[in-house]
């Protein structure tokens, strides 16, 4: 019996029908193993995954593979976004398997939970050099019956090394001004120079390290940490990876050219570039840096935005093509006949020289991925807006990508930090009213009655699954950079109500942190990760909100546990900066003070927006006129007007300029 009917999870749901007598991840299912004295097969994917869907299609919807399955098997199946301590637990020990991973993830158990073999994507026939999924599970039947004691033994080696990997926070002390040299020094030799970006192929966008390299040179003035952010970021713009009709970013570029993406969308990745490119023009005032910045935000708005308000997680790299076929990246691309068709003889052929759409193709059956080969002149503007309305128009007619429409608590944090502070630089209030509105969600359903934070949620439903660190670290970064666009103080009271837990269950006695809750669901072994995937580590995301949270309260408590949690800094900054990006740029906050930025005046005044432009790592801000503002925003307390004028104070280090009703001046203490 397939038992995946009625779950929040849309990945679950679409293995719902299966043939397949697919578990969730619970107690029952390891019991059910214990019971049947057979392996647990687990298979851990997401909703826009091409390849889990592909493995799918060619063996889960095959009923002789399902049943061979299901007689010799517990099959669990696991969302990777809803569970992120599962994922990373045995991705984890996949890595130090095989030496790789990704998903789908496939990983065979021991109902005690411990793995002991592994492996990703398994093809219906032997190909490429791996064996077929049935062969696979074949071979794991034979060893789990005629060689138990090895199985067992290789499990209780793999779960004895995972529990040996606990970090410390790093005694070393705090970043400084040396290790943060060494970062950069570092990326510079990695540093892709024809093309922008990082590495080779597949190339990610390296939004934390971006956001790393703006903050460094505001501090600094370092020219060449400012050269890398912004051709990375033009680099980005101009190729496939963007999506040039509707914006959003694609999540990958298979090549190191960034011409041909991996088609899916994710919330995660459209949040923090949107957020890069926003801080890129208020440091260099690109015009591309502000277009883009507000074609992301709107894309986030207009296809994720769900109907509760919060922001879904991903669309599908799929979908149907004119033949019915469902295919990756059918939505996307044009042919110069596709062009012509919708744009006549003339303006075909200028587009396709614009967009860089070829007989060739540069994707799959002639097919080409829109890119931009060059700026358009300033007599041309006109033309390639009509252009890209006509061909978004077409597009429209076409089938749509599945949406995942659940809401994950992490990255609809990042989401409203990206969308208010849009919002404010480009006088954009609606912008801000919807982070407000995916904030007002999180209170009202993630944060509930149950004085915790849920991961997940779907149709204004809380999952079942209790928010990890990266969650409680994300929004609250969220409702602080919200409180600051807003001047709204139970923003800021929210994120200290979060932050108190990440305090209370999820730091050790040296001041590490965990992915987990002390009292969370135990797994084969506690995990734990300061480096950054496709968002900040939980670990570095908490750090940074903490040491936001302290300048604005003035809390020791909060204050020290960023202190501490950023020694892992010290440690790896210098060695891997592109997998720390995000503890770089909060230790930049770190070195800058962080500068505390009062303004007694009308929030979206002159004054106020001065503020939230400047350029000084990790600055904090505080605005409201009322009497009683202080009650709200303690960096108000005793900061009245001067001369009846709107007043801004700058603090830093527990020291203090004098205050000023000048913007100008303002600007200049804060790097504007």
Not at 185 to 194: I, V
Not at 276 to 294: E, N, Q
Not at 467 to 489: I, M, N, P, Q, R
Not at 585 to 593: F, K, M, N, P, S
């Amino acid at each position: 019996m397939n038992r995946l009917a009625g779950v929040t999870s849309p990945y679950l749901l679409q293995h719902a029908d299966n043939p397949v007598d697919w578990w969730p991840w619970s107690p029952e299912a390891f019991e059910e193993a214990r019971r049947r004295d057979v392996p647990v097969l687990l298979s851990v994917g997401y909703a826009s995954c091409h390849w889990c869907h592909v493995m799918a299609h060619e063996s889960f919807e095959d009923t002789a593979v399902a049943e061979y399955l299901n007689a010799h098997f517990v099959p669990v199946k696991v969302d990777r976004e809803e569970r992120p301590d599962v994922d990373a637990v045995y991705m984890e020990a996949v890595q130090a398997a095989t030496g790789q991973g990704g998903w789908p993830m496939t990983v065979f158990l021991t109902a005690d939970a411990e793995p002991f073999y592994f492996g990703t994507y398994f093809p219906p026939e032997p190909r490429h050099g791996m064996p077929a999924f049935r062969q696979v599970l074949e071979g794991v039947v034979a060893a789990w019956s005629d060689r138990r004691e090895e199985v067992a033994e290789v499990a209780g080696r793999i779960v004895r090394d995972l529990a040996g990997r606990s970090l410390a926070a790093g005694e070393g002390g705090l970043p400084g001004e040396a290790e943060l040299a060494q970062a950069l020094l570092r990326l510079t030799r990695d540093y892709d120079e024809k093309h922008g970006g990082f590495g080779g192929a597949p190339k990610f966008p390296p939004s934390m390290v971006i956001e790393f390299l703006l903050r460094h040179h505001a501090r600094t003035g370092a020219e060449g940490a400012l050269q890398m952010a912004a051709e990375s970021c033009a680099a980005m713009a101009h190729g496939g990876i963007y999506d040039q009709l509707g914006g959003g970013f694609a999540r990958y570029s298979v090549d190191r050219e960034w011409i041909v993406p991996h088609f899916e969308k994710m919330l995660y990745d459209n949040a923090l570039l949107c957020r890069v490119y926003a801080h890129l023009w208020r440091a260099t005032g690109s015009d591309l840096a502000r277009r883009v910045a507000l074609e992301t935000a709107d894309f986030m708005v207009r296809e994720l935005r769900t109907a509760e308000g919060g922001f879904a997680s991903a669309l599908d790299a799929d979908s149907e093509d004119a033949q019915g076929r469902h295919v990756e990246g059918a939505f996307y691309v044009w042919t110069p006949a596709q062009l012509r068709e919708v744009l006549g003889e003339e303006d075909a052929d200028f587009a396709a020289g614009y967009f860089g759409v070829t007989e060739e193709g540069t994707f799959e059956e002639g097919s080409s991925v829109l890119r931009l080969m060059r700026d358009a002149e300033p007599d041309e503007e006109a033309r390639v807006a009509g252009v890209r309305a006509r061909l978004l128009a077409a597009r429209e007619l076409r089938a749509r990508p599945e949406r995942d429409d659940k809401i994950v608590a992490a990255w609809n944090g990042l989401a409203i930090a990206a969308l208010a502070e849009t919002g404010a630089y480009f006088d954009r209030p609606d912008l801000i009213e919807r982070a407000t509105e995916a904030a007002d969600l999180l209170v009202r359903v993630h944060m509930g009655e149950a004085a915790r934070l849920c991961r997940t949620s779907r149709d204004g439903r809380a999952g079942d699954n209790s928010g990890v660190l990266e969650d409680h670290g994300d929004v609250a970064e969220g409702f602080l950079a919200l409180a600051s666009v807003t001047g709204e103080g139970a923003w800021l009271d929210f994120a200290g109500f979060l932050l108190d837990i990440v305090l209370e269950r999820f730091t050790g006695e040296d001041g590490q942190l965990f992915d987990t809750a002390d009292d969370a669901e135990r797994l084969i072994r506690r995990p734990q990760d300061p480096t950054d995937s496709a968002t900040p580590a939980g670990w570095t995301a908490a750090a940074g909100a903490l040491l936001s949270y302290a300048a604005h309260t003035g809390s020791e408590a909060h204050r020290t546990a960023a202190e501490r949690a950023l020694g892992i800094v010290r440690a790896l900054g210098p060695k891997a900066p592109r997998f720390i990006g995000w503890g770089l740029a909060v230790a930049e906050a770190l070195l800058d003070g962080p500068r505390e930025v009062a303004v007694a005046g009308p929030v979206g005044g002159e004054l106020h927006r001065t503020a939230l432009l400047g350029r000084a790592p990790g600055a904090v801000v505080a605005a409201g006129e009322e009497a009683d503002a202080g009650t709200e925003f303690p960096l108000l307390v005793d900061r009245p007007l001067v001369g009846g004028e709107p007043t801004a104070y700058v603090c830093r280090h527990f020291v203090c300029d004098a205050p000023t009703t000048d913007a100008g001046e303002l600007a200049a203490k804060l790097g504007g």
